[in-house]
């Protein structure tokens, strides 16, 4: 049951949807029309979550993690990168839109629920330079895992890891260079205690950056690292 604040505040400020203007549904800022228009990524590989094509059976792994499976034992991306997502995830990161932040949050918890997942015991935020947070203000990974951790009941923790490198954007590198580009990027502020964790990132590309981050955790001990993403580039 909603508690008597949020009802409140529906009714002040009623959800509108973000993408048309049209009433909100299920208290979130989207109407029906478009979150059914929205991309799901439901059909993908099971390990890295990498949109498939509709010809490919389901349940299968694609051809790179067959090869080189990834340190982490599964990913879950709510949507594909493309149509009205870009918008989205970019007006979360970029224009301080925090109602954008929330509204992704509340969709990838939405997946996770439908998909029945065990649930990991924290949700690990990719952790922001901390310059790149003074310019920024906020790290849009960390407010998207407070809805998904408020939604889910599950504890947030972004003070145990850190991100001590500022390396340069990855778009253009190929998969060595990123790999090189991050080695070292992040690092434990204090012992990991948790045995199952999903990393929150907004987008994942290829992959590199949880990777990166998964390594570090599982070298501290943390036997169980997934990753929750809003969506997932092919
Ligand atoms: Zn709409
Ligand atoms: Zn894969």
Redesign the pocket.
Known sequence: MPSFAASLLDILFPPTCVLCGAAGVNGRDLCAGCAADLPDNRH???????PFADAMPAGM??????RFP?PFTR?LAAFRYESAVPSLVVGAKFSGRLNLARLLGQCLGAAVNERGLTLPEALIPVPLHPDRLRERGYNQALEIARVLGHELGIAVDAKTCARILATPPQTGLTGRARRRNLRGAFALTRPAHWKHVAIVDDVMTTGTTVAELTQVLIKAGVGQVEVWAVARTS
């Open positions: 993908a590989c099971l390990r890295c979550a990498a792994l694609c051809g790179r993690c067959q990834p990913c």
